[in-house]
């Protein structure tokens, strides 16, 4: 038993006290589609909660999709580890199906938020039905109920920012190459917005899709600076 000074040094804090859930209506544009959505402005130092907010490689991807709209015209699509959701929802404009995926459940909420104030929109002119699922990689269950969900498979994966932690890349890549099966060689393609922060993580990424059995080549044309960091289009298929 502690003395009652101890007891009255002790504080108790839930988790709520250090999410900073203060999330501001922004407006991105991408040519002519312009996009609105609720999201953070600065990262939280949390290395979890880094899908509060709009990376780099989202507005590379985003930028790449839009002046490449044919390839979404009436696709189904999935995104994985979309953050506040910027990409599916752009997507939506297009597709016929967007299924948005995360694993951080406060990141899953702002992204339900997102994608209930984009359907309820007044200019929302979109095609697709936009679904939101957990999924985190390498997760056998989670990506069994989706392939479950949604048997028929995608046309497309994308992924924006998504290799930033060297552990989780080899799961990023079990994912993948289990999506892409689905529908086999020639029928489904992962499209990955990279943004190069470490050496190692350029090579790791490369690697690991090579020991996956994939192949992975830079869309032509697509290597440019964006913020003041090198990205790349990657296209990563079976
Ligand atoms: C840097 S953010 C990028 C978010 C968004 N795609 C963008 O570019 O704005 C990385 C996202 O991947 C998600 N993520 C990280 N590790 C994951 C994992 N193991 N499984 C599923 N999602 C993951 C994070 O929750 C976060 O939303």
């Not at 580890?81 to 406060?106: A, P, W, Y």
């Not at 050496?199 to 059995?213: C, E, P, R, W």
Request: hydrophobic content about 40%; some cysteine.
């Amino acid at each position: 038993m502690g003395t009652e000074e101890e007891e009255e040094e002790i504080v108790c804090l839930d988790e709520s006290f250090f999410i900073n859930d203060n999330y501001q209506l922004t407006k991105f544009t991408f040519g002519s589609e312009v996009i609105e959505l609720l999201c953070l402005q600065s990262a939280s130092t949390d290395f979890d909660l880094t899908g509060q907010l709009v990376w780099p490689g989202a507005m590379l991807l985003n930028d790449y999709l839009s002046k490449n709209a044919d390839l979404l015209k009436g696709c189904s699509v999935i995104e994985l580890g979309s953050g506040v959701g910027i990409t599916g929802i752009l997507c939506s404009r297009f597709c016929r199906q967007v299924v948005l995926t995360d694993h951080n459940e406060e990141v899953l909420k702002i992204l339900k938020k997102n994608v209930e104030l984009h359907s309820s929109s007044e200019n929302y002119n979109c095609c697709a039905g936009l679904a939101v699922e957990k999924l985190e990689w390498g997760h056998s269950e989670e990506i069994c109920r989706i392939l479950e969900n949604y048997s028929g498979g995608f046309d497309l994966i994308l992924g924006a920012d998504i290799c930033f932690q060297q552990s989780s890349v080899p799961l990023l890549f079990d994912t993948v190459e289990k999506l892409l099966r689905v529908r086999g060689r020639g029928q489904c393609k992962f499209i990955l917005a990279y943004v190069s922060r470490a050496k190692i993580m350029d090579s790791m990424v490369v690697n690991d899709a090579k020991l996956h059995g994939l192949q992975i080549n830079d869309v032509v044309g697509t290597r440019r600076i964006v913020g003041n960091l090198e990205g790349v289009i990657f296209e990563v298929t079976l």
